[in-house]
């Protein structure tokens, strides 16, 4: 059986000089952007706790029905977006 001819590769480096530095913001976020995502994430937690534990004496929230879930869960996504900007 015939050998296969083996191709050369060329080596592909990058050009240093082609590259655009990219100013970075330093330093970590102030303690009041951490306390709001904290707070967003907590505020729905404690949303959906009171709509189980006491939306029947709570005549508002047993109106909103399934809309609590989404009060609920939309506070807690809002602090999970904000942790993508957290440092």
Same mark, same amino acid.
């Given at each position: 059986m015939p050998k296969s001819k083996v191709?050369?590769?060329?080596?592909?480096?990058?050009? #240093?000089? &082609?590259?655009?530095? /990219?100013? $970075?913001?330093? !330093? #970590?976020? &102030?303690?009041?952007? /951490?306390? $709001?995502?904290? !707070?967003?994430?907590?505020?729905g937690l404690v949303w959906l706790l009171v709509y189980y534990l006491a939306a029947d004496q709570l005549?508002?929230?047993?109106?909103l029905g399934a809309y609590n879930f989404l009060i609920g869960f939309g506070f807690m996504v809002v602090g999970l977006i904000m942790t993508m900007r957290w440092r």
């Open positions: 191709r050369k590769k060329s080596d592909y480096t990058i050009n #240093p000089a &082609s590259r655009t530095p /990219v100013k $970075v913001k330093a !330093g #970590p976020s &102030s303690t009041l952007y /951490v306390s $709001v995502m904290l !707070g967003f994430m907590l505020v005549e508002w929230m047993n109106n």
